[in-house]
């Protein structure tokens, strides 16, 4: 009896240590597989562009957010009206969570001159969704390199450390990714810069979109972005949160997220650029693609004025001054 349980322990031992050898063989050869997509092709996907702007992007004046960052500001205006290089890091569905990690990325690597944050709206500190913890996983390479972005993923749930022991789960969805990268044909660095139009009219709004947003504010993600404010102020970056126009009819600034917002900006002495319900874009609603983006047209009217505005702010010559 003895040894069969001891030979059943010996065979769990020998099982768990082989299994181990094969879950970190395998994720060292998902990475080096990451490499190699890469260096082929970092603009075929969602990951590997998150790649390129933690790691490589190395511009001026950085555009952050959410599709609104992504569709509303077009680097080469920018770049003509400040004279900095510009690249717009704009992610379709990757929200405040995801936005305050990819800018911890960036400010661990080097010092833009300047960023720009979007909020999806003024509704940053209402977010969070199971949704949003999900999406983390894009960023699940940088586990183990980036005390910030390892403390987010390990708030997914009280599991979330151990299961991120093994290669296997860190990577289970990307394989996909990067044989998409090979089997594209290869991008270098997009024209736009990141910036990516959307034209012509996809949803017919006579009026404003009436949309209602719960009011509730979740300290956890003041305390994320107060972390983000922390660090500009420490690398001496300057960050300028911005609102850009939304086709809608909401309650956005009525909200408690919305006051909180506006206080801590205010306490770090943080500029904001509203544009969220202007006139000029609320009376034309050809000028968006659908109720929460502008299409080409309304970007390049929007970037042109949004330009106007920071330059107003001086907050370039500012950062010169003070460096």
């Known amino acids: 009896m003895k040894g069969n349980i001891t030979k059943f322990i010996l065979s769990g031992v020998v099982f768990f240590i082989i299994f181990i050898v094969l879950d970190h063989s395998i994720g060292w050869g998902m990475k080096h597989f990451e490499d190699l997509a890469f260096k082929k092709n970092p603009f075929s996907g969602d990951m590997l ?25 077009i680097p080469s205006i920018i770049e003509e009206n400040l004279k900095k290089s510009v690249f717009n890091c704009g992610k379709r569905g990757r929200f405040f969570l995801y936005q305050t990690a990819v800018i911890d990325c960036i400010l661990n690597r080097y010092s833009p001159k300047l960023i720009v944050w979007d909020m999806e709206s003024p509704l940053a500190f209402g977010m969070k969704e199971p949704d949003d913890f999900a999406r983390l996983s894009i960023l699940n390479s940088y586990y183990d390199t980036n005390q910030y972005v390892n403390r987010l993923i390990q708030s997914k749930s009280n599991c979330e450390k151990y299961k991120m022991y093994l290669k296997l789960y860190r990577y289970n969805t990307h394989i996909f990714h990067y044989c998409a990268a090979f089997l594209l044909k290869s991008k270098g660095i997009p024209e736009g810069k990141g910036y990516i139009p959307l034209y012509g009219i996809k949803e017919n709004l006579n009026q404003p979109k009436q949309m209602y947003i719960e009011d509730i504010c979740y300290q956890e993600n003041v305390e994320l972005f107060k972390h983000v404010l922390e660090i500009c102020s420490q690398k001496k970056v300057p960050l300028v949160i911005s609102f850009s126009p939304r086709f809608t009819d909401d309650n956005a600034f009525d909200t408690i997220q919305y006051k909180k917002l506006l206080e801590v900006a205010s306490e770090y002495n943080v500029p904001i650029i509203d544009f969220y319900h202007h006139p000029d874009f609320m009376s034309d609603s050809n000028l968006f693609c659908d109720a929460g983006h502008l299409n080409d047209d309304g970007a390049k009217i929007f970037t042109e004025r949004f330009c106007e505005e920071l330059e107003k702010l001086e907050i370039l010559k500012s950062a010169q001054t003070n460096n």
Not at 49 to 67: A, K, Y
């Open 49 to 73: 562009r998150t790649r390129f702007i933690c790691d490589e992007v190395n511009d001026e004046v950085l555009i952050m957010g959410s599709s609104r960052a992504l569709h509303h500001y």
